[in-house]
């Protein structure tokens, strides 16, 4: 071959072998992406503490279950009296017997003692009434079932249930009171009418004594 064609030649592959070199110095972009990154190994992040509630108190999270621990009262040691041997004798305390009340006694009188008011001349007359029996008071009947005070070693508590019929003007009975009056408290079951009132004031025992009624 003439020296004159080799020229070309030779240029033509000093190029191809330069092109070569350029291409592997580049590098490409996909080799980056396809090849596998290094792991590196992940920091723990410290855990934040919750912030304390308004107010200065702080608060402690609990243990699971299973790891709390269990505090051990240790006794404390009983040193023995002075010649006395082992351990010491304890005191037994005596078991409280329960007190028993005893029924409230009451006892039961023959006849009842009554004041009566007229409102009209506001004058008061006492009166006496054997039980189950009747004593009319200007318009009332006054008709006492029981009477009964309390024995001289209780304080005294005087009851008696009565019943009070009025007398209308056209001559009929008409039934305005039936029920317990104590004489410490008059006015708490008190008779009411408009011109008459009765209320119990004692028992006795003994018959009543009729100089005192009033009809």
Not at 123 to 128: D, L, N, T, V, Y
Request: charged share 20%; hydrophobic share 35%.
């Amino acid at each position: 071959m003439p020296p004159m064609r080799l020229i070309p030649i030779v240029v033509l592959l000093a190029a191809l072998l330069g092109a070569g070199e350029l291409l592997a110095q580049q590098r490409n972009p996909w080799d980056d992406l396809l090849a596998p990154r290094p792991s590196f190994p992940q920091q723990r992040q410290p855990q934040q503490q919750p912030a304390p509630p308004p107010g200065g108190v702080q608060t402690q999270p609990l243990p699971p279950p299973g790891q709390q621990r269990q505090q051990q009262v240790t006794p404390e040691p009983q040193t023995p009296q002075p010649g006395q041997k082992g351990r010491p004798a304890t005191k037994s305390q005596p078991a409280e017997v329960p007190v028993e009340q005893k029924p409230e006694q009451r006892v039961a009188n023959p006849t009842a003692v009554f004041s009566g008011l007229d409102k009209i001349t506001g004058r008061i007359f006492p009166f006496e009434v054997a039980v189950d029996e009747t004593v009319q008071f200007g318009a009332l009947q006054v008709t006492p079932r029981a009477c009964y005070t309390r024995p001289p070693t209780e304080p005294q508590n005087t009851t008696g249930f009565v019943e009070v019929d009025e007398i209308t003007l056209d001559g009929k009975m008409r039934r305005i009171f039936s029920g317990w009056m104590f004489a410490a408290s008059p006015g708490l079951n008190a008779v009411e009418h408009a011109i008459y009132d009765a209320w119990l004031v004692d028992c006795k025992q003994g018959a009543p004594d009729t100089s005192k009624s009033k009809s």
